[in-house]
């Protein structure tokens, strides 16, 4: 094994050994950090990076909309309820695009944005509350300031110190991806802890946290929609490739077989039909490549749970919270424990 190879790995599991917390630490340390200001510097960006999106009218390099109709109305009603009085607070943009995206974000502060996809598919004002909720956690438990990734940027450096010694591509890429699947599971563990802070705020606003299914379910479809469509256009692809090369290789035998064919003309066309289908092979072969680099490394680098076991998720912690749940499967969904103890939350029971 190469020598710079063998320290990265090396690093790599010193890193492991001396950098996780025991159960009393986590907590202690979520309650500690969910009390630090929200810092000037996190404060400072988001306000900058608002004015960009709306100088520019640019989102990740989509062309967006910022709209003002009675869906804004609608979501600061919510946002009232969610926030007990405090939705003045907050800058809330609501973003229109083409073709329509389902999704909510913020920038770390008191800026929530909110595309129209979203709320025009939302059956009730309990799902954007969900949502609403959700977002406002990431920044109550301070995700953007929040240290506990630290043992993960370190991982992720190693792992691409390692992929800087494989001078071959594909191990090269998938030390990368290694990577990228060390540090999504902190993201994963973040959007946990934001669903369970969203159950416990939705739930006290008197919304369902349950509704929350319907956006989720969607998603589900959506995925299996998207991946239908990608294996029906793999296959159709394939099947011109196939047609396309049949017919050169019939044009190319019936000039070899009668040289009244063989003009100038009609090579000409036989070697361009010839050439479309080389390329076009070529094109698919690429595609068909990117399709599966793309679902190898969705099953590592999600930075979400899957749609599936967020279900099962907020479905038990709202269960806990309505009294349906017990201690015990509250502390088995790990995170949401945290959040529930570290916010000091109560039920009635």
């Known amino acids: 094994m190469k020598p710079r190879l063998l320290t990265a790995l090396l690093a790599l599991s010193l890193l492991t050994s001396c950098a996780i917390r025991t159960p009393e630490e986590e907590l202690v340390y979520m309650k500690q950090a969910i009390r630090v200001p929200i810092s000037q510097d996190l404060m400072a960006r988001a306000k900058q990076m608002d004015a960009q999106f709306l100088q520019s009218n640019k989102i990740n390099g989509q062309d967006v909309t910022f709209v003002n109709d009675e869906r804004n109305q609608r979501l600061q009603r919510i946002l009232d309820k969610v926030t007990e ?3 003045s607070k907050f800058t809330l943009r609501v973003i229109d695009t083409n073709p329509k995206i389902e999704n909510a974000f ?3 502060l008191f800026y929530i944005y909110v595309y129209t996809g979203l709320i025009d598919n939302a059956r009730n004002d309990d799902e954007l509350a969900f ?6 956690a990431h920044v109550r438990l301070r995700h953007l300031q929040r240290h506990d990734n630290s043992y993960a940027d370190l991982a992720a450096a190693v792992s691409k110190l390692a992929a800087v010694a494989q001078k071959d591509p594909n191990r090269r890429d998938n030390f990368l991806t290694a990577s990228d699947a060390v540090t999504s599971y902190y993201s994963r563990d973040h959007e946990r802890e934001a669903d369970a802070q969203a159950v416990i705020w939705a739930k006290k606003a008197g919304y369902k946290p349950t509704e929350s299914f319907n956006f989720f379910r969607r998603m589900i479809r959506l995925e299996q929609q998207y991946k239908t469509e990608i294996e029906a256009e793999k296959n159709n692809r394939i099947s011109k490739v196939q047609e396309m090369n049949q017919t050169c290789q019939s044009q190319i035998q019936q000039l070899q077989l009668n040289a009244s064919l063989r003009t100038p003309q009609n090579q000409q066309t036989v070697q361009t039909n010839c050439n479309k289908a080389y390329a076009f092979a070529l094109q698919t072969q690429e595609f068909i490549k990117v399709v599966q680099r793309e679902e190898v490394k969705s099953l590592f680098t999600r930075t979400h749970p899957t749609d599936q076991e967020r ?8 269960n806990y919270v309505n009294c349906y749940a017990s201690e015990q499967e509250l502390a088995n969904t790990g995170r949401g424990w ?4 570290a916010v000091d939350f109560r039920r009635s029971c």
């Open 85 to 87: 009085g405090n939705a």
């Open 106 to 108: 913020v920038t770390g």
């Open 131 to 136: 949502v609403l909720s959700h977002e406002l």
């Open 311 to 318: 279900i099962s998720y907020i479905g038990t912690l709202t």
């Open 338 to 341: 945290y959040v529930f103890k």
